[in-house]
C-alpha cells in the first residue's frame, strides 16, 4: 500500500448489558496496536441508533474518504469471527436504544435492495479456517444495528467496507487473542484491495466445484 493510506474502524456504543460495548473496546485495542508503519487507524464510536450511526458514517464518507472502513459487531451466541459479505437496503423493524426504527423500514430509500463488499469475505474466511482460525463467511449480517451499518457504509463508500462480527463472551474475545486476529484479517482485506486477482481466481473455482 502506498504512503498515506487510511482505514476507519468503527464500534458500537452501550447496548443491554454491555456498558462497554466489546466492538468499541476492540476497536480502541486495534487503534493501539495499529494496522502497520504505512496506514493511519482512525475509530468511531456509533450508538446504537439508526439516526445517529447513519449521520455519522455518511460524514465519515464525505469528510476522511478512508481506503476502507472497518465496521465491528457484536455476536452473542457466536464462538468465532464472523465476515459479513452482504448489507440489507430494508426490513428495519427492530428498534434501536432510543425506541425509533427507520419509518420506511430501509437504510437507503430507493437504493439497491443489497449490497457486498468489494473484499471476497469468502475468500479471506477460507484462507483462516485452512490455518486453523475459526473464521466464518456469512451473507446475512441480522437486519438490526451491525446490518444497517454496514448498509449505509457499503453505499456511501462505495462498496469498500467490511463487517466484523467479534464472539462475546468467548475464550475468542480475550483482547490478547481476538485483537491480533482483527489485524491479521484486516490487512489480508487490504492486501485483497490491493490485489483482487487472487481472490478473484479462488472464488471462481470454488464455484466450479
Not at 457486498?116 to 463467511?137: C, E, L, P, T, W
Request: some cysteine; charged content about 25%; hydrophobic content about 35%.
Amino acid at each position: 500500500m502506498s504512503n498515506g493510506d487510511s482505514v476507519m474502524v468503527t464500534g458500537f456504543g452501550p447496548f443491554r448489558q454491555f456498558l462497554v460495548n466489546p466492538s468499541w473496546k476492540a476497536a480502541q485495542e486495534l487503534k493501539l496496536v495499529g494496522l502497520g508503519e504505512n496506514t493511519d487507524i482512525y475509530i468511531k464510536e456509533l450508538p446504537v441508533s439508526y439516526v445517529k450511526t447513519e449521520q455519522i458514517i455518511a460524514e465519515i464518507w464525505k469528510t476522511l474518504n478512508p481506503k476502507f472502513a472497518v465496521h465491528l459487531g457484536i455476536a452473542r451466541g457466536s464462538s468465532g469471527i464472523i465476515l459479513e459479505q452482504t448489507g440489507k437496503n430494508c426490513g428495519y423493524r427492530d428498534k434501536d436504544v432510543c425506541g425509533f426504527c427507520p419509518k420506511s423500514l430501509c437504510c437507503v430509500e430507493g437504493g439497491p435492495e443489497k449490497l457486498d463488499s468489494i473484499v471476497n469475505m469468502r475468500a479471506v474466511s477460507k484462507a483462516f479456517r485452512q490455518a486453523g482460525m475459526d473464521v466464518i463467511y456469512s451473507r446475512d449480517a441480522g437486519r438490526y444495528l451491525c446490518d444497517f451499518a454496514y448498509y449505509c457504509s457499503l453505499y456511501h463508500g462505495r462498496r469498500r467496507a467490511a463487517f466484523i462480527h467479534i464472539p462475546s463472551p468467548s475464550s475468542l474475545s480475550s483482547a490478547d487473542r481476538l485483537v491480533p486476529l482483527l489485524q491479521s484479517l484486516i490487512r489480508t482485506m487490504l492486501d485483497q484491495l490491493e490485489d483482487p486477482s487472487e481472490a478473484t481466481r479462488e472464488d471462481n473455482e470454488q464455484q466450479a466445484h
